[in-house]
């Protein structure tokens, strides 16, 4: 997709015709090479952002895909860190190029567990949990608990932190492509089984800091200025933190 090495039309056809599930676990292998992975220069500015908050002992990655943000949360956790999502596919491609890196970096601890985030498996022993672009596979029905797992996985003080960036401004081509893409999942979604759900239209942030207030989080935003300012000057993108008491 965009270059020579990433995903033809045909395979992200077939992926789009699939399960979320299937479609990611076929996608895996090239997921990497495509605009879907989370940009460095966004990571970058996460890892930022977050140092100050810190220091953290162990830290989780909620749908971690190839584990994009396990790159971030390596850098601010001292003791360990986990990555968590339902696609085996994607876990393998995580697990093998961290494996493929040098062995002698010292780090935290990495593990790789396979889990719905509807689910989580575990109980209040993380310090912080990050997701970076995992929330428009969930319908907004379903956001009160996904942040009621997280909350749950966190301990006292525990911190949850994504980025969002600002919606873009009406009639602009990028409000256009969102809806377009929106309108197309659903039409796909209403004749074509299994569903697919991704949108990029559901996850209006005065909703969100809503439900997460609603899941016992208090919540703050920190502008991401690295990644630059609207034309009045407000932050195009910000770092939701939600600590839990």
């Given at each position: ?35 879907y ?59 093998s190029?961290?494996?493929?890196e ?17 689910a ?77 759900v ?13 439900d997460l ?17 609207r ?6 993108a910000?770092?939701v ?5």
């Amino acid at each position: 997709m965009f270059t020579p090495e990433g995903p033809t039309l045909r395979e992200l056809a077939v992926q789009a015709l699939s399960s979320i599930e299937r479609g990611y676990d076929l996608l895996a292998p090239k997921f990497d090479l495509t605009p879907y992975r989370t940009p460095d220069r966004v990571l970058d500015a996460v890892t930022r952002a977050l140092r100050p908050l810190g220091p953290f002992d162990a830290g989780l990655d909620v749908c971690c895909g190839t584990g994009a943000g396990m790159s971030v949360l390596r850098q601010v956790c001292g003791e360990r860190v986990t990555g968590v999502d339902f696609s085996a596919g994607m876990l393998a491609v995580g697990r093998s190029a961290l494996a493929d890196e040098d062995g002698s970096r010292a780090g935290p601890a990495v593990h790789w567990v396979r889990a719905d985030a509807l689910a989580l498996p575990f109980a209040p022993a993380f310090d912080v949990a990050l997701s970076l672009g995992a929330f428009g596979h969930f319908l907004p029905k379903e956001r009160p608990a996904l942040f009621a797992q997280v909350h749950a996985s966190l301990r006292p003080g525990g911190r949850f932190v994504f980025p969002v960036g600002a919606p873009p401004v009406v009639g602009s081509p990028a409000y256009w492509s969102l809806l377009g893409f929106d309108l197309a999942m659903r039409v796909r979604n209403a004749l074509w089984r299994p569903t697919f759900v991704m949108y990029y239209r559901t996850f209006p942030l005065p909703d969100v800091l809503d439900d997460l207030a609603a899941a016992g989080f208090t919540v703050r935003l920190l502008p991401l200025s690295e990644l630059g300012s609207r034309p009045d000057g407000s932050p195009r993108a910000r770092l939701v933190v939600a600590t839990r008491a």
